[in-house]
């Protein structure tokens, strides 16, 4: 079946917009997470949902990020007021739990 | 929380050599897994292997949890293995199933 699918892919923002970022997970999945990709470095966690609850957000840098997964499916990831050090990629995970996760393509963010 | 240390940072290797990627880790897990970020940045799942061997075709996988490492092995190595490898570790009895990843073991595989 179809993987993880993020989009926009790329998204260029000027400093002080906001951003909305989406995931859709693999169908009958479970488990739901965000992870931040800067250039040259690991995926650093940011949230979780397993269903619909947010179980964890202790990655979340500040109160200007915020995630939501309302019916259990889709997710999206919103930045309020980009800034230059928001640059990064967006990785999106699903899992059946409690097993393997499997990562979407991500979304390209450039804060200008 | 829990280090994640991975070597050697880089890696060159002649297409057709076999190599070795290590991962240390510095508390119990209950995941470990081992992904190639491709040079268009997807993340692929290579193996969840917790503990024990695996084997998938040129490549294999080794975790010793008691002595907190794992090991990959690349054999007969390709072009299309370049990328970045990743470890990640989830933490057992915790709530938290947000994975720790190691910074990486960047392979290039020359023709």
């Known amino acids: 079946g179809a993987g993880v699918s993020q989009s926009p892919r790329y998204k260029v923002a000027k400093r002080g917009q906001d951003v909305a970022l989406r995931c859709d997970p693999i169908?009958?999945?479970?488990?739901l997470f965000w992870y931040q990709q800067a250039l040259g470095q690991g995926p650093e966690f940011l949230t979780y949902?397993?269903?619909?609850?947010?179980?964890?957000k202790s990655g979340l840098p500040s109160d200007r990020f915020f995630a939501e997964r309302p019916e259990g499916s889709v997710s999206t990831l919103k930045i309020q007021r980009t800034q230059q050090e928001d640059s990064a990629v967006y990785l999106c995970?699903?899992?059946?739990?409690?097993?393997?996760?499997?990562f979407g393509p991500g979304t390209r963010l450039l804060v200008l | 929380g829990i280090q994640v240390e991975q070597s050697p940072p880089d890696l060159i290797l002649q297409e057709g050599a076999n190599s070795t990627l290590r991962c240390n880790f510095s508390?119990?897990?209950?995941?470990l897994q081992w992904f190639h970020q491709n040079p268009w940045g997807q993340l692929i799942n290579l193996f969840y292997i917790p503990s024990g061997t695996k084997q998938n075709g040129r490549l294999s996988a080794t975790t010793v949890a008691t002595e907190r490492y794992s090991l990959l092995y690349i054999s007969s190595s390709q072009t299309t293995d370049s990328g970045v490898y990743f470890c990640?570790?989830?933490?057992?009895?915790?709530?938290?199933?947000?994975?720790?990843f190691g910074s990486g073991t960047r392979l290039q595989v020359q023709p």
């Open positions: 995970a699903s899992s059946p739990f409690p097993e393997t996760q499997y």
């Open positions: 949902f397993q269903n619909e609850a947010q179980l964890d």
């Open positions: 990640a570790v989830e933490r057992p009895d915790t709530g938290r199933r947000a994975l720790t």
């Open positions: 508390d119990s897990v209950n995941n």
């Open positions: 169908s009958g999945h479970v488990s």
